[in-house]
């Protein structure tokens, strides 16, 4: 699997839109972008994923670069219960493989 | 939606004490599933791959002997965590993907905590 790079940690003021890049410069044609968040003592917690185009659910939005190297994960209007820590990761597909977790990005959501 | 059930959600031991942690899908078939540990302030590693109907895969470090796997249903895979010790305590998540669908999201249950003292 590809190796993603993420900042440590963010905040972002409640209501607003959270920003959350990934980097996954040598992700190769058939492996798909996937993000979880883990709150606090709990499993991890699946958020949306895709392979070359923009994709959109309830939860977030992903915008994936032309070039697929890097990604950004949009939580478009952040609440506190969105803090958590966000991983970005990359696989040749969830369901078949394992998935790798790096650090991911503390995000804070502040009232 | 696909969900999985992990079992207990936390458990206090004596130090020597063999531990059970039952990982279950509730509305799919899982032949294979995934066990992870994660220490404090730490990522999730994986420990092996659990395959219904045949020996777990192990990753490098993980004692197959420490941690014995069971996956003797397709929708029922257990860790046990024999004669555990105190440095065995940590948060055991398992995961488990629906059959048939390789690009569709895994599914995590809400972990195990374990503290032996």
């Known amino acids: 699997d590809a190796k993603t790079t993420q900042p440590p940690s963010m905040d972002c003021a409640e209501g607003r839109a959270a920003n959350l890049p990934c980097n996954h410069s040598t992700i190769s044609g058939n492996e798909y972008v996937y993000w979880y968040r883990q709150i606090h003592s709990q499993g991890p917690q699946y958020i949306i994923h895709g392979l070359k185009n923009n994709e959109t659910n309830e939860m977030a939005s992903l915008i994936i670069t032309e070039d697929r190297k890097s990604s950004t994960l949009i939580l478009p209007h952040a609440t506190l219960r969105d803090t958590a820590v966000y991983y970005c990761?990359?696989?040749?597909?969830?369901?078949?493989?394992?998935?790798?977790f790096g650090k991911g990005t503390k995000l804070s959501v502040i009232p | 939606g696909a969900v999985v059930s992990q079992h207990p959600s936390w458990v206090i031991c004596k130090s020597g004490t063999s531990v059970k942690i039952e990982c279950r899908s509730l509305d799919f078939q899982a032949t294979t599933m995934f066990w992870y540990r994660q220490f404090p302030k730490q990522s999730l590693m994986l420990m092996a791959t659990?395959?219904?109907?045949?020996?777990?895969?192990?990753e490098q470090g993980v004692e197959k002997d420490k941690f014995l796997i069971n996956h003797a249903s397709l929708t029922l895979s257990t860790l046990t965590v024999t004669s555990a010790h105190p440095e065995d305590s940590s948060f055991y998540i398992c995961?488990?993907?629906?059959?048939?669908?390789?690009?569709?999201?895994?599914?995590f249950g809400d972990g195990t905590r374990l503290s032996i003292l």
């Open positions: 659990s395959n219904e109907g045949s020996k777990a895969t192990y």
């Open positions: 990761i990359v696989s040749l597909g969830a369901g078949s493989y394992q998935l790798t």
């Open positions: 995961s488990a993907p629906k059959d048939g669908y390789s690009n569709q999201p895994q599914h």
